[in-house]
């Protein structure tokens, strides 16, 4: 995994905006890429004025869309059987699946925008979108919502942690975890609007006829 991180590391480093687009694809898809080790160190580099941060969020985002519209496609495609099968050889387990789908089914199209902004979910959660067929139109506007918002907290995180401590941009395993540091207080937020959300689904169900 630490030979990963590193060629990672460098795609983002050497390739700009391409490598942080395509590896925010993935990121998208159920191939353990960590976005944290993506969106901060370009950041990083734009604040040295090798990039742009508007563009990296940019970029981050499209790569984000494509790599999840992809998974979409192929779950509403193969259907379950298809993915629990062939999803086993790329750490999709039986486990995540099932959570992922019970995530959408409680949290209905805001769960694609709430996930895309947790932690595990936000891999997966394209998976039963397709396989529950939800619109494409709705998938895409909370997709692309909760991507701008992630890649938009990762940045301003990445460039506050490399800034209190541009030796991190020399060891990508200690930004990772400097950057998740950072984001908890984000995703305890996060956490409390998704259940706020929870509630209000379930009040609005009760006063239905």
């Not at 789908?101 to 895309?116: K, N, P």
């Not at 541009?166 to 305890?188: C, H, Q, R, T, Y």
């Not at 409390?192 to 009040?203: D, T």
Request: hydrophobic share 55%.
């Amino acid at each position: 995994m630490h030979a990963l991180i590193l060629i990672w590391f460098g795609w983002v480093r050497d390739w700009g905006y391409g490598g942080v687009a395509l590896l925010m694809a993935l990121e998208s898809t159920i191939f353990p890429v960590p976005s944290e080790l993506v969106i901060p160190p370009a950041a990083y580099w734009a604040a040295q004025g090798r990039m742009s941060l508007v563009g990296v969020v940019l970029a981050g985002t499209l790569g984000s869309y494509l790599g999840s519209a992809a998974s979409y496609w192929l779950a509403l495609w193969g259907g379950r059987l298809a993915v629990a099968r062939f999803g086993k050889r790329l750490l999709l387990n039986e486990e995540k699946l099932e959570r992922a789908e019970r995530f959408l089914h409680r949290y209905q199209a805001g769960g694609i925008f709430f996930a895309r902004l947790l932690p595990v979910v936000r891999h997966v959660v394209s998976i039963p979108a397709g396989i529950l067929r939800m619109g494409f139109g709705r998938f895409s506007l909370m997709t692309l919502s909760g991507s701008a918002i992630w890649c938009s907290i990762l940045a301003w995180l990445g460039a506050r942690v490399s800034e209190r401590n541009p030796g991190l941009i020399d060891n990508p395993e200690l930004m990772i975890k400097a950057v998740k540091s950072e984001s908890l207080w984000f995703v305890g937020a996060v956490a409390g609007m998704a259940l706020l959300y929870v509630l209000m689904l379930r009040l609005s169900a009760r006063r239905s006829p």
